[in-house]
């Protein structure tokens, strides 16, 4: 079991950037892929980026891709979003999940969320 807790959201003005961290608490961090996703008001939760055990697999939602980076310190037990050249439409609660499988479909673990406002 793994739990999870996000942190680095805020207020940041279109185009700024902002890292979101996943910290982990529990044993063999290293063994879950790792996820990002985001849930702005109104609508559903939307998967933002995934990252495999060895930090090397990456996916992402088209809508951010050259502008996000998951990355991952096993060592640290801490999963990490980059988020450059932000745009309002990027605002959402973001959340952090875990799942042993290598293509979760379904994740079993997730943080309480972290806030991310982008104004115009």
């Known amino acids: 079991q793994v739990q999870l807790v996000e942190s680095g959201g805020g207020l940041v003005q279109a185009g700024g950037s902002l890292r979101l961290s996943c910290a982990a608490s529990g044993r063999a961090f290293s063994t879950y892929t790792m996820a990002w996703f985001r849930q702005a008001p109104g609508t559903g939760r939307e998967f933002v980026a995934r990252?495999?055990?060895?930090?090397?697999?990456?996916d992402y939602t088209d809508s951010v891709k050259g502008r996000f980076t998951i990355s991952r310190d096993n060592a640290m037990n801490t999963a990490y979003l980059q988020m450059n050249s932000l745009k309002p439409e990027d605002t959402a609660v973001y959340y952090c999940?875990?799942?042993?499988?290598?293509?979760?479909?379904?994740?079993?673990?997730w943080g309480q969320g972290t806030q991310v406002t982008v104004s115009a």
């Open positions: 990252i495999g055990w060895l930090g090397v697999n990456t």
């Open positions: 999940a875990a799942d042993r499988a290598i293509r979760p479909v379904t994740y079993n673990y």
